[in-house]
């Protein structure tokens, strides 16, 4: 999948600089330019401890810990915690930064011009209407070639400052901060990965807006009040005729071969992990997994993450995924598929018991006889509020009924 009340997300940056670097300490307004002129605006806080300037990139409360390395007098390279995504930025004085933000593709990296200001607010200053957006919301998408595609507003409200997440058939858009001004909703994120700014018009229980992501994508949005809006959850299953038991072999992130034949995983339940290093939601995924292991690995549980990433370059897919094992202090194997997940026929190379791998994460439960028992496709992290507490109850349910047994 591609594809980070509030948790949490501070993405903090360490940046180790010499005495003549002098941020101004507070809010920054930072933004990543497109080539239509507009715009994507997030958040930074920057402040000094001693002789070391800590930056935050700020969605809501959500933070998460990242590293800023000084690469010459006046020049920083500020690298995410996880993904292939980074800054390469220039002090132009104690209020102002420029640079670039490179994220790692397939194919090629997308470069976009970036800036940050100690001067500006991530979005204008204005008072609100008397609009509330508080609730859950039907949205429809529209691209140029009007193709549509749906998904779900849940938002939060607290005065003019607004939350919460957008939810899709391939997971979830994080953690969104934004605000309402007169009867404008302005809302925006960025995690590394997820570059997105909507803006609506409120016209009651309606918003009418646009959604620009990324360097170029562009669509158009509508969305209604609508408390049982529903999402179609993609289908991954066992093939007609399989027993359900998988059969794989795969190195681990030290070159060691594991298989799900091994002794180790005998008589457990075990979670397969489809995931990759490109993947915001995955993260999300890997801090509930990593967690969970860590509290109950002695009732005879075992997780493996399978990872399907960019590119099949082994030393690339080693470097981005102990990105992941060092954020979230993984102690489950991690496993390089060698298979992109843009590959058509990568279920067939991985996991050919299987029907098409559709979406990332996908979740698969063995039981303790090492037959799929239960394949998630439809992870919401805990930017969603009540789908997020939903999908632990469900796993939580599904994992005590399985190691009772």
Excluded at 44 to 73: D, P, W
Excluded at 318 to 346: C, N, W
Aim: hydrophobic share 40%; with cysteine.
């Amino acid at each position: 999948m591609i594809r980070y009340g509030f948790v949490a997300i501070l993405m903090a940056f360490s940046l180790f600089c010499n005495a003549q670097i002098n941020l101004q300490q507070g809010k920054w307004k930072a933004s990543l330019h497109r080539e239509d002129g507009q715009e994507i605006p997030f958040e930074l806080g920057i402040q000094r401890q001693g002789n070391t300037t800590l930056c935050y990139v700020v969605n809501g409360a959500e933070r998460l810990k990242t590293e800023m390395t000084l690469i010459s007098k006046d020049s920083v390279l500020i690298k995410m915690p996880v993904f292939e995504s980074s800054f390469r930025v220039k002090i132009i004085n104690k209020d102002s930064l420029n640079g670039v933000w490179i994220k790692g593709g397939s194919v090629k990296d997308l470069v976009m011009p970036f800036s940050a200001s100690s001067k500006a607010s991530r979005f204008p200053k204005g008072a609100a209407g008397n609009f509330s957006i508080k609730g859950k919301w039907k949205i429809e998408f529209t691209k140029a070639d009007l193709s549509e595609r749906l998904a779900i507003g849940e938002f939060t409200q607290s005065g003019q400052k607004v939350g919460g997440s957008v939810l899709t058939t391939g997971g979830d858009y994080r953690y969104l901060d934004g605000t309402i001004i007169g009867d404008s909703l302005l809302i925006s994120t960025f995690d590394g990965i997820h570059a997105m700014y909507f803006s609506a018009k409120i016209k009651g229980d309606s918003l009418i807006g646009s959604l620009y992501s990324g360097a170029k994508s562009f669509e158009k949005w509508t969305a209604v009040r609508d408390l049982n809006v529903k999402l179609e959850a993609p289908v991954t299953a066992l093939k007609d005729g399989e027993s359900g038991r998988l059969d794989f072999s795969f190195k681990d992130l030290e070159g060691n071969v594991v298989s799900i034949n091994d002794k180790k995983f005998k008589d457990k339940v075990v979670i397969l992990q489809l995931m990759g290093s490109w993947c915001p939601n995955c993260m999300d995924e890997m801090a509930f997994l990593s967690d969970y292991y860590r509290k109950n690995k002695n009732r005879g549980v075992e997780v493996i993450a399978l990872a399907y990433e960019l590119s099949t370059d082994e030393a690339r897919s080693r470097k981005s995924l102990q990105k992941f094992q060092h954020q979230f202090k993984v102690e489950y194997p991690m496993l390089i598929t060698g298979v992109t997940a843009g590959d058509a026929a990568k279920t067939e190379k991985t996991l050919p018991q299987l029907t098409a791998i559709k979406v990332f994460p996908t979740s698969i439960i063995l039981d303790r006889k090492g037959l799929v028992n239960h394949i998630n496709t439809s992870f919401y992290g805990p930017s969603t509020g009540e789908y997020y507490v939903q999908y632990k109850k469900e796993f939580e349910e599904v994992m005590n009924s399985l190691l009772s047994k």
